[in-house]
Each structure stands twice: as C-alpha cells, then as structure tokens.
C-alpha cells in the first residue's frame, strides 16, 4: 500500500509564498503521476491545480499557470508545490493525489490560507 502526507499548508498574506510537500510512503511502489488539486470553500468538487509525470512534463490549471510549479523528487517519492503570488482566491485545502503501483492515492489534505 501507498499513503499520502501533505504539508506545508499555511496562512499567508496576498503576494506571498508557500511550498507543499506531498511525502509518498510504502513497499516497492513507483509514483507514475502526481497532481495536486484543491478544494475552494465556493466549490463543493475538487479543481485539479497541476500534474506531473516521471519524467517532469507537468500541465497546469489556467488559473495558476506562472505562478505556481509542480516538481517531483523521484528518490524520495516526494513531490512539490511551489506556489508565488498568491491569491485571495487561492484560498483552499489542497490534496495531493498520485497514481502508483497500488492505483490511485489521495492525502488527507493540507489548509492554504490567503489573507489581505
């Protein structure tokens, strides 16, 4: 089995900075994906924010796109976000999520707060 730790989530003032970290735990796995979504408090589903392969190609929602970078750090089946600029919008619990050897995994979540 794989399990999914977030972290890093924080408040943070308009402008500011923040880095996610989602740490990947098991036996014998492989991280095929990782993405990161998050969950607005004016929507009930889940956006997907951005997504990584193996081999770094990575995609972004529009919204964040120049802003935020998705990276994955192979060896210690541990992804990132880095989020700049931030925005009152970007208010939100974000996820991790990752398909694996195992299928697909989610964390349990991590508060990003933008304040003015």
């Known amino acids: 089995q794989v399990q999914l730790v977030e972290s890093g989530g924080d408040l943070v003032q308009a402008g500011g900075s923040l880095r996610l970290s989602c740490a990947a735990s098991?036996?014998?796995?492989?991280?095929?994906?990782m993405a990161w979504f998050r969950q607005t408090p004016d929507k009930q589903q889940r956006e997907s924010v951005a997504v990584i392969d193996r081999r770094g190609s990575a995609n972004y929602a529009d919204s964040v796109r120049g802003r935020f970078t998705i990276s994955i750090d192979n060896a210690k089946n541990t992804g990132y976000l880095q989020m700049r600029s931030l925005k009152l919008e970007d208010t939100g619990v974000y996820f991790c999520n990752a398909d694996t050897t195992y299928g697909t995994r989610w964390g349990q979540g991590t508060q990003v707060t933008v304040s003015t």
């Open positions: 098991g036996t014998k796995f492989n991280i095929y994906t």
